[in-house]
T-cell receptor, first 112, second 113 residues
Framework: GENVEQHPSTLSVQEGDSAVIKCTYS??????FPWYKQELGKGPQLIID?????GEKKDQRIAVTLNKTAKHFSLHITETQPEDSAVYFC???????????FGSGTQLTVLP | SQTIHQWPATLVQPVGSPLSLECTVE??????LYWYRQAAGRGLQLLFY??????ISSEVPQNLSASRPQDRQFILSSKKLLLSDSGFYLC????????????FGQGTRLTVV
């Protein structure tokens, strides 16, 4: 089955700096790659996603890039703010009913 | 619009007691439904998923079971809780047959004492 690895497990940045989180996946059949943000004590919420026919997608300060050949994708957050502090999860899906395989998460801390 | 409800939000149960967590989805039909467990505030482990009423797939052998008695209702159960069952349990749904996002409930914090 699919295996998703996520790095780093923790990331601290100064407010205003950029943050990058990277994920790799194992199954070349995966074609959907969402990113979730989870605040303390809450369920994860989708922040951005990308499909295999696209190499990059941007939404304001958040962008995701996908390299299907290398089987890795990354989340980029620019101009970080304290409210960006949370745990971020990447995931991969082949579109089966089982749907998503998640990475292990990254605790992002934005220091004021 | 679609909404997902999960309750209770927190639960403290003694070892050996039964468990029932309920999840319902509104505003959609025939969703895929999922139960995840999250230990130590990190990785999401898929426990069960369901593509229809009475259809349950188990990902990991557990002291837990799941049932889907109605189209938009998903229940996580245990006959006898173990200390190791403590964790944050999340219900989620997604659209059937499409490669789309999963929508999560707010979770249940279960502490087995």
């Amino acid at each position: 089955g699919e295996n998703v690895e996520q790095h780093p497990s923790t990331l601290s940045v100064q407010e205003g700096d950029s943050a990058v989180i990277k994920c790799t996946y194992s199954d070349s059949a995966s074609n959907y790659f969402p990113w979730y943000k989870q605040e303390l004590g809450k369920g994860p919420q989708l922040i951005i996603d990308i499909r295999s026919n696209v190499g990059e997608k941007k939404d304001q300060r958040i962008a995701v890039t996908l390299n299907k050949t290398a089987k890795h994708f990354s989340l980029h957050i620019t101009e970080t703010q304290p409210e960006d502090s949370a745990v971020y999860f990447c995931a991969a899906s082949m579109g089966t009913a089982r749907q998503l395989t998640f990475g292990s998460g990254t605790q992002l801390t934005v220091l004021p | 619009s679609q909404t997902i409800h999960q309750w209770p939000a927190t639960l403290v149960q003694p070892v050996g007691s039964p468990l029932s967590l309920e999840c319902t989805v509104e505003g959609t039909s025939n969703p895929n439904l999922y139960w995840y467990r999250q230990a130590a505030g990190r990785g999401l482990q898929l426990l069960f998923y369901s593509v229809g009423i009475g259809q349950i797939s188990s990902e990991v052998p557990q002291n837990l079971s799941a049932s889907r008695p109605q189209d938009r209702q998903f229940i996580l159960s245990s006959k006898k809780l173990l200390l190791s069952d403590s964790g944050f349990y999340l219900c989620a749904w997604s659209v059937t047959g499409a490669n789309t996002e999963a929508f999560f409930g707010q979770g249940t914090r279960l502490t087995v004492v």
